[in-house]
């Protein structure tokens, strides 16, 4: 079963990955790079909880916060670029 | 096979399926907004189930789980609205809202920001 969920975090992770590249604007990339991250974090859960073990959990919570930080510089760096 | 090891395996695939809508969402919605509201919504929620199928089929991982839970969802939200006010106030955006532009005299009426 969590294989199966594995799978589709796959997919997802190649939608937004699609949507980083095509994406025509820079606020597009940025929403699709959170939504990565994101996806990153459930794989790391999962693999923690198909091995089960507890010190993987750390890279989720270091993963998550970097992520919220980077999207919030992107926002940032576009309030003040102005375009 | 357990009845824990299926409740875990649920939630993980409906997790999963989740964020996989958010994805799907990404990649087909026609505007920014329409984007920002799939990505953030489906997946928030889809990592809550995730990582409340990881707080229960872990040994000893529930404090950490919960603490990246809860980290997430309280940031992803906020982050999407720091995305959403800049593209709003950058003009960047190719987007058509009914009721015209409210949020973009809301920012005007704020003045300059300092940088």
């Known amino acids: 079963m969590i294989v199966v969920a594995a799978g589709m975090l796959v997919?997802?992770?190649?939608?937004?990955?699609?949507?980083?590249?095509?994406?025509p604007?820079?606020?597009?990339r940025i929403v699709a790079l959170d939504g990565l991250v994101?996806?990153?974090?459930c794989a790391i859960v999962l693999?923690?909880?198909?091995?089960?073990?507890?010190?993987?959990?750390?890279?989720a919570l270091v993963v998550a916060f970097v992520g919220f930080v980077g999207t919030t510089a992107g926002a940032r760096f576009i309030e003040r670029r102005g375009a | 096979m357990t009845a824990v090891d299926v409740l875990v395996g649920a939630l993980a695939i409906g997790g999963s399926a989740l964020v996989l809508l958010a994805g799907i969402g990404v990649l087909r919605f026609p505007d920014l907004y329409a984007r920002m509201h799939a990505a953030t919504k489906a997946s928030t929620l889809g990592i809550g189930l995730v990582c409340?199928?990881?707080?229960?089929?872990?040994?000893?991982?529930?404090?950490?789980?919960?603490?990246?839970?809860?980290?997430?969802?309280?940031?992803?939200p906020s982050a999407a609205h720091f995305i959403g006010r800049a593209a709003a106030q950058a003009e960047e955006?190719?987007?058509?809202?009914?009721?015209?532009?409210?949020?973009?005299?809301?920012v005007e009426d704020e003045g300059e920001?300092?940088?």
């Open chain 1, 38 to 41: 994101l996806t990153i974090v």
């Open chain 1, 47 to 59: 693999r923690s909880i198909s091995i089960d073990r507890d010190w993987f959990l750390d890279l």
């Open chain 1, 11 to 23: 997919l997802a992770g190649a939608c937004f990955f699609a949507r980083v590249v095509v994406g």
């Open chain 2, 93 to 106: 955006a190719d987007f058509e809202l009914e009721g015209g532009g409210d949020l973009r005299t809301a």
């Open chain 2, 113 to 115: 920001r300092p940088a």
């Open chain 1, 25 to 28: 604007s820079l606020a597009d």
């Open chain 2, 52 to 76: 409340a199928a990881g707080a229960i089929g872990i040994d000893g991982g529930t404090t950490k789980i919960l603490l990246a839970g809860v980290a997430t969802f309280v940031t992803a």
